[in-house]
């Protein structure tokens, strides 16, 4: 599987972005789709995840701000972020995941985002 990112950038606060990530490859064996993101000095954290069967669930820091989707015709996944603050500055990385034990993950190259004045 592999995964192509884009949409990163720098925002003002208060702005909106939107990621994308176009999987190809052999994506039947995908569970879930999804956005991580690491900023200096913290950990990498789920952001936001997309089911193959469209559930979905986010962080609490993003819950109302963020929309994650999936157009399945193209195989990419996108992360509508609204009302972006500074503490959402991060490398945004895709992540595609087969559940198991242990889980396959396949990431995405990052994406920068800075949210500042």
């Known amino acids: 599987v592999q995964l192509q990112a884009s949409g990163g950038g720098l925002v003002q606060p208060g702005g909106s972005l939107r990621l994308s990530c176009a999987a190809s490859?052999?994506?039947?064996?995908?569970?879930?789709l999804g956005w991580y993101r690491q900023a200096p000095g913290k950990q990498r954290e789920l952001v936001a995840q997309?089911?193959?069967?469209?559930?979905?669930n986010y962080i609490d820091s993003v819950k109302g701000r963020f929309t994650i989707s999936r157009d399945n015709a193209k195989n990419t996944v996108y992360l509508q972020m609204s009302s972006l603050k500074p503490e959402d500055t991060a490398v945004y990385l895709c992540?595609?995941?087969?559940?198991?034990?242990?889980?396959?993950?396949?990431w995405g190259q990052g994406t920068q985002v800075t949210v500042s004045s």
């Open positions: 997309i089911t193959s069967n469209g559930r979905t």
């Open positions: 490859g052999s994506i039947f064996s995908i569970n879930a």
């Open positions: 992540n595609a995941v087969e559940w198991g034990i242990p889980n396959i993950n396949y």
